[in-house]
């Protein structure tokens, strides 16, 4: 390798020593051939954090999806019967209140809040699949970006969820190298 020339592997992106014909931290090949005595089991950074970053985003998935189903499956079940029975059981104040939004709000606002949180979880447990597979880099990163955009719907939660999936996003983006295509 000359000096000053891929001082970073292009594999695992450790820094290299000058004059390094293999990289020290994955055995990698500093000009892209392969070493035939690397250790097999060796894994790269990039790996490492994808499938941290994969299992962090199944559980937000099944999560997402639980919950999504959990909102249109009420507001399913929300009839008027089982609206006034609600309101029996509050506070005239919380009855006023309540009262304000109307029942075809609230109803619809189950509906608003389930749809968007479910198609976010989907979204995400497709791009855990992608990267659990280490399959087709593009669309995991953009199924991933769709489902963080989505969580806009959680109101001020949506700060954790968007920082959270915005840095899943960019460790896809940063980990092309372990993918196939």
């Known amino acids: 390798m000359s000096e000053g020339v891929n001082s970073f592997c292009v594999r695992c992106g450790a820094r290299l020593p000058d004059g390094a014909v293999y990289c020290p931290e994955c055995g990698y090949a500093v000009d892209g051939t392969g070493n035939p005595h690397a250790s097999p089991n060796t894994v790269s ?29 009420v507001g399913m079940m929300l009839t008027p019967e089982l609206w006034d029975t609600i309101l029996a059981d509050m506070t005239p104040e919380e009855v006023e209140m309540i009262e304000s939004l109307g029942y075809d709000f609230l109803k619809d606002m189950f509906y608003v809040m389930g749809a968007p949180m479910l198609a976010s979880g989907v979204l995400a447990m497709a791009s855990f699949i992608l990267m659990n597979r280490r399959a087709n880099w593009t669309i995991c990163m953009v199924l991933c970006a769709i489902a963080t955009v989505l969580t806009v719907i959680y109101g001020i939660y949506a700060v954790v969820t968007i920082a959270v999936g915005a840095y899943v996003t960019y460790t896809i ?6 993918f196939e295509n």
């Open 45 to 73: 950074p990039s790996d490492d954090r994808l499938r941290t970053m994969g299992m962090a985003t199944m559980l937000y998935g099944v999560l997402s999806i639980v919950g999504g189903l959990l909102f249109v499956a």
């Open 173 to 178: 983006y940063r980990s092309k190298d372990v």
